[in-house]
């Protein structure tokens, strides 16, 4: 009995070391701009450690079909929620992250 609340004690801060993440943008009406988007919150997401599933991908968030997200899961535990502005096409994109926990398929904490 003790190794076992010993084990459970030791592996309590590896639970705490990663996290899930969400990163929230804009589809463009231009849908050939769209994939460019979705792959640039997989690479935010490459960026604080974390991985992206394909079926987590663009995500429809609250306000119709122009908000997405793409859940990150597994980030670097000290990530902290950001917000960044991208360029493209002469056009700056906001993309927010938000660290919580997320749901399978949900952009909502």
């Not at 003790?2 to 309590?12: H, Q």
């Not at 701009?33 to 992206?52: E, H, L, S, Y």
């Not at 056009?91 to 927010?96: A, D, H, Q, T």
């Amino acid at each position: 009995m003790r190794f076992s609340i010993v084990a459970v004690l030791a592996s309590m801060p590896l639970l705490a070391i990663a996290k899930d993440c969400a990163v929230y943008y804009t589809w463009s009406s231009d849908i050939e701009q769209n994939p460019a988007r979705d792959q640039k919150a997989t690479i935010m997401c490459d960026d604080i450690g974390g991985t992206v599933n394909p079926t987590e991908i663009a995500l429809k968030d609250d306000g119709g079909d122009v908000n997405r997200c793409a859940i990150c899961r597994d980030a670097r535990g000290s990530t902290d929620d950001y917000d960044r502005t991208i360029m493209q096409d002469g056009e700056g994109i906001s993309y927010s992250v938000r660290c919580g926990y997320f749901a399978k398929g949900s952009c909502h904490a």
